[in-house]
T-cell receptor, first 113, second 111 residues
């Protein structure tokens, strides 16, 4: 089975810190995604990538950036963490652009204080 | 919004009963997918139904798709306590490279 691993389950950071959330998949999937999940708002797409060094903005990219230097790794960066970025962050991957299901990581619950 | 909408938002039934959740969407799709999320965890892919399919089964799961009504339903038969979770539909819109998720149905199975 494809495995998507997120580096941390829980993370507490201070306002203004630069935060890195790491995601690694082990099955050569082309596409990788970062979502955040908030009560009442569902899953919202932050960024996605369909190839190494390629990135596309999702619905809520402000305050975030991403990096995909290797096919298996997709990092989400909070340039200067703010309290409104406290959320559950979910990474996912899929084999191709469409027609395939996503495999999700277990999520990182980030709290910014 | 292109977002799919699930109905109901919450559903509570007795163990052994069937659970039905619905999803509606607004624009043409390539496929529609259903996911399960246990509390505080990531989502798990359950089933994918393509736009040219009308019904699909996987174990105790049955998914239907009506593209004329832009709606889908997920039926879980003979529910178990372990089915307690949130269920999300996700739509793969034509021309998009990403899934758009609904806000989910919270299903509770009472023993």
């Amino acid at each position: 089975d494809v495995k998507v691993t997120q580096s941390s389950r829980y993370l507490v950071k201070r306002t203004g810190e630069k935060v890195f959330l790491e995601c690694v998949q082990d099955m050569d999937h082309e596409n990788m995604f970062w979502y955040r999940q908030d009560p009442g708002l569902g899953l919202r797409l932050i960024y996605f990538s369909y190839d190494v060094k390629m990135k596309e903005k999702g619905d809520i990219p402000e305050g975030y950036s991403v990096s995909r230097e290797k096919k298996e790794r997709f990092s989400l960066i909070l340039e200067s963490a703010s309290t409104n970025q406290t959320s559950m962050y979910l990474c996912a991957s899929s084999l191709r652009s469409w027609g395939y299901g996503y495999t999700f990581g277990s999520g990182t619950r980030l709290t910014v204080v | 919004s292109q977002q799919g909408e699930e109905d109901p938002q919450a559903l509570s039934i007795q163990e052994g009963e069937n659970a039905t959740m619905n999803c509606s969407y607004k624009t043409s799709i390539n496929n529609l997918q259903w996911y399960r999320q246990n509390s505080g965890r990531g989502l798990v892919h359950l089933i994918l139904i393509r736009s040219n399919e009308r019904e699909k089964h996987s174990g105790r799961l049955r998914v239907t798709l009506d593209t004329s009504k832009k709606s889908s339903s997920l039926l879980i038969t003979a529910s178990r306590a372990a089915d307690t979770a949130s269920y999300f539909c996700a739509t793969d819109f034509q021309g998009a490279q990403k899934l758009v998720f609904g806000q989910g149905t919270r299903l509770t199975i009472n023993p």
